[in-house]
């Protein structure tokens, strides 16, 4: 139960991108092993899911550790915006991207390919269902987002 596919709610999106919830320490490490060269957690560091010390573990195994804290009841612009630019930063690198359940993280990179022009707006909503039904907050920040950031990436 420790190894990189027993990862909480794990889904392969690319050849580079995985999505999951929360790992554990073994997980983490199991990840490393596969060649992922970057974990992004969008979690919150002082919730009860939370892995102490993942930053300083994480680093240990070698791979860069990007912390982005998104409120579940109230994600932004900005938190999207910081997502953006750790995954532009990274592109050709092997990330993991996790929360505590692949909720936040599912629509995080729908948007991302959206934006990419990897999939369309359709497709990422399908994939964010795969996962779970958003309530109003997210459906209204997924709406939004494609709305403020399709605009500056396709005119």
Not at 120 to 130: A, D, I, Q, R
Not at 140 to 152: G, L
Request: hydrophobic residues 45%; glycine residues 4%.
């Amino acid at each position: 139960m420790n190894d990189f596919e027993d990862i909480q709610d794990l889904v392969q999106v690319t050849h580079r991108i995985a999505t999951a919830g929360q790992p554990t320490k073994e997980q983490l490490e199991s990840a490393a092993d596969r060649g992922y060269e970057v974990v992004i957690n969008l979690g919150l560091h002082d919730a009860d899911y939370s892995l102490e010390d993942e930053a300083a573990w994480v680093e240990q195994l070698g791979m860069k550790y990007i912390h982005i804290p998104v409120k579940f009841d109230a994600p932004s612009m900005a938190d999207l915006t910081r997502f953006l630019n750790a995954m532009s930063l990274h592109q050709d690198s092997k990330c993991l991207v996790h929360c505590a359940r692949n909720m936040r993280v599912s629509v995080f990179i729908s948007l991302y390919q959206i934006i990419a022009n990897e999939m369309t707006p359709e497709e990422g909503w399908l994939h964010v269902n795969s996962i779970w039904e958003p309530d109003v907050v997210w459906t209204q920040f997924f709406n939004d987002a494609i709305k403020a950031f399709t605009n500056v990436v396709r005119t």
